[in-house]
């Protein structure tokens, strides 16, 4: 019940409050502080009354879930004194007849008449209540106090007793640590400094005792006749009145009833809606006590169910261990019998050599004889050897019988998409160990993934969760290509696929396609950002599950060319439009075709041909930037133009900068384009030109340059951002 009795602004308990027209409470001295003076006959603005402070509106900068230019902003005004539990406090105004109080906690603003705050009732209910409530407090402490004192809260080791409390921290204090955390001055200086409840009850003790009866209340009088009592009530004006009030005739109208009658009257009402928030309190005690016990339902199942999925993962790891062995197994003997082979073709085919090379080293040593009898007589014998010898080396006998490649085949494609489509079941009426039999079947080619319970009946039901192929999924610059499949044949037939993505922040999702293709490539994403997708499918029946969502990270740099689409059509492009030049005299301009909205981009233009001293200017723009004339005249470009000796930078035809140093033919010029800083910079022959050009750049931009025909030019993309850029 203490929130209820604590002022908005102080923070302390209420003393000597008012009661303001939109039923809430304030303390008088807190009422005088946020009351401030209007202009002469104007009329305070009524706050908004949704609750929302100031500072949410720091919270609006939000991109757009389908544009990034669809982003706002606001602002807001501190206050320059604030209470200490946060409400704004003005500071106290001069008395003036022109006077307006806000109500801290619905922002509802009143103005005051010629009484000022003495035209506000006091609630003299409420500090009757407050006055009870600490005569309360304060004779539990005493009771209290007796057996332990109270200990700072901030002592590291051995707290000692308390010295202060603090009625906005709610926090205990020894004199040093309030010396130290809670020093009197700055923010904390309106705090509220009392002694601890304890010192307090002492204090009590010691000068009496007990606490001093509390004195009847004086009945309350009239805000208009401070000597009347109020004795009727208007039901009308909601508000109890005097006699004089009646006699002067301010309610000659109004529904007037006796002031006792209606009291009673509306302490049974309060009784009766008691009665009902009683039953919801009760119901909320059962509820809290129904959430307790779940904390331990929690826990415990949580231990249970991750022994559970322990054990199931440790199953699949030895299933897996045990079939590594055999895989094992068998390549050892595949690799045993090669080498069996090709040892025995060894020692066979050396065999075979020793013998011929001995034989031929003999008939040498014949032929080296000058005996013709001699020679005869063996010549026969070693000429059939000799032939017999030659037909040994058969063909094929000089090839190896066995290769080096091991003619097995491990495809694990399958098993390791399986693997990583493992996930939870959702219900528990499934098989017992979906994951290993489908490990199982998809290791031994059954099966790459179960998608129907065994044993029951598969009627008309929605499409099963697609699976999406990621060796074909890719990104390329600021476009990803994704592909997905069908698991398995369905009864009633697919009619088409949705595919979605979410913004690149690991915000919401949106549809980007729906259809009945299974490739799918989606343009104009952020450079730079991760991409979560998903795909699901529908029949006739309803919408299937979610695939498992894959991650897509866009380019880091940009690659792009020219758009000959957007150009002017004096504008000329070749080289695979990359390079450009200009059938015109005037200014023509040519955009690029990658669009930035985020990240940090550099890319360069070479100057192929320079002639008569042009000026061509080179930047960002938007798309609708107008393409016949110089880039920057018009307030949706942000360029440098530049001739040989000197440049400017221009937007909005407003030229600034002006830098020393030009281009030639064969120069480069660079230009960095920095959204998370939101500024553009210029480079010429890899040096930083000037100063950064523009700040505050926010939305979408696209490359741009414009030319005369006097100027030839060559886009470089994807580069790596310059080091070391001056401010």
């Known amino acids: ?156 080791r051995n707290p000692v007793d308390a010295a202060v409390m603090c009625e906005q921290c709610d926090v205990f204090y020894c004199t040093a640590c309030q010396q130290r955390c809670h020093p009197s001055r700055g923010p904390l200086a309106k705090h509220r400094l009392v002694p601890p409840p304890s010192q307090a009850a002492r204090g009590a003790a010691s000068g009496g005792g007990q606490q001093p009866p509390a004195t009847a209340r004086k009945p309350a009088t009239c805000v208009d006749h401070e000597a009347e009592n109020f004795s009727m009530y208007c039901c009308s004006c909601k508000a109890p009145v005097c006699m004089k009030c009646l006699e002067e005739g301010k309610h000659a109208k109004h529904d007037v009833k006796p002031l006792a009658v209606m009291w009673k009257q509306h302490k049974c009402q309060i009784s009766q809606a008691l009665n009902g928030v009683s039953d919801k309190a009760k119901d909320a005690k059962e509820f809290l006590v129904q959430l307790k016990n779940m904390l331990q339902q929690i826990q415990e199942n949580g231990v249970e169910f991750e022994a559970c999925l322990v054990a199931q993962c440790d199953s699949l790891i030895e299933a897996l261990t045990r079939q590594k062995a055999k895989l094992l197994t068998k390549v050892t003997k595949e690799k045993e019998y090669k080498l069996k082979v090709v040892r025995d073709q060894i020692t066979h085919c050396t065999m075979k050599l020793r013998q011929t090379t001995g034989m031929m080293e003999y008939c040498l040593e014949v032929l080296k004889e000058n005996d013709p009898s001699g020679f005869l007589q063996i010549s026969d014998a070693l000429i059939k050897r000799v032939t017999s010898s030659q037909d040994q080396w058969v063909k094929g006998a000089l090839e190896p019988k066995v290769g080096p490649e091991f003619d097995l085949t491990l495809n694990t494609d399958s098993l390791l998409q399986t693997i990583l489509q493992l996930d939870f079941c959702q219900g528990k009426d499934v098989q017992e160990n979906p994951l290993l039999n489908q490990m199982q079947a998809a290791g031994s080619g059954e099966a790459e993934m179960e998608t129907e319970r065994p044993g029951v009946d598969s009627g008309p039901s929605v499409p099963a969760a697609p699976l999406l192929q990621l060796e074909k999924c890719c990104t390329r610059n600021n476009s990803v290509t994704l592909a997905w499949r069908v698991i398995a044949p369905h009864i009633n037939p697919i009619e088409g696929y949705i595919l979605e993505l979410d913004d690149g922040n690991g915000g919401q999702y949106r549809e980007v396609y729906v259809g009945k293709e299974t490739v799918c490539t989606v343009d104009g994403l952020h450079f730079n950002s991760s991409y979560n997708a998903r795909v699901k499918a529908y029949n006739a029946v309803g919408v299937g599950p979610y695939s498992k969502t894959v991650v897509l990270k866009t380019s880091d740099v940009a690659w792009f060319t020219f758009d000959p689409t957007s150009a002017h059509r004096d504008i000329v492009l070749t080289n695979e439009n990359q390079t450009v030049s200009c059938n015109s005299y005037d200014d023509r301009v040519v955009l690029g075709t990658a669009a930035f909205s985020k990240g940090v981009h550099y890319w360069e233009v070479s100057i192929d041909r320079y002639d008569n001293h042009p000026d061509p200017a080179f930047g960002v723009a938007r798309i609708n930037t107008m393409k016949d004339m110089m880039l920057g005249k018009d307030d949706k470009a942000w360029a440098m133009y530049v001739d040989n000796n000197r440049s400017w930078f221009m937007h909005n035809n407003s030229h600034t900068n002006r830098a020393e140093g030009g281009i030639t033919k064969g120069s480069t010029v660079g230009v960095l384009l920095d959204l998370t800083k939101h500024t553009l910079t210029f480079f010429i022959n890899k040096e930083q030109h000037g100063p950064t050009a523009f700040e505050n750049l926010e939305g979408v931009f696209m490359p741009a340059v414009s030319l005369n025909r006097n100027v030839q030019v060559t886009l470089l993309t994807g580069l790596e951002v310059p080091k070391n850029i001056k401010q």
Do not use: W
Request: hydrophobic residues 30%; charged residues 20%.
């Open 1 to 156: 019940m203490e929130e209820e009795l604590k002022c908005p602004v102080c923070g302390s308990l209420f003393k000597d409050p008012i009661l303001l027209p939109c039923s809430h409470n304030v303390c008088l001295a807190c009422a005088r502080n946020i009351t401030v003076q209007t202009p002469e006959g104007e009329t305070p603005v009524q706050s908004r009354a949704s609750g929302s402070s100031d500072y949410d509106y720091l919270d609006m900068d939000k991109m757009s879930l389908y544009s990034e230019t669809d982003s706002g902003y606001g602002s807001y005004t501190p206050c320059q004194l604030k209470s200490p539990n946060g409400v704004r406090v003005f500071p106290p105004a001069i008395a003036h007849r022109h006077c307006s109080l806000t109500c801290p906690l619905c922002h509802r603003s009143v103005s005051l008449d010629e009484r000022g705050l003495r035209g506000f009732p006091r609630n003299r209910l409420l500090e009757a209540i407050v006055a009870r409530y600490q005569q309360n407090r304060a004779a539990s402490a005493s009771s209290s106090s007796s057996s332990t004192a109270v200990k700072c809260q901030l002592c590291d």
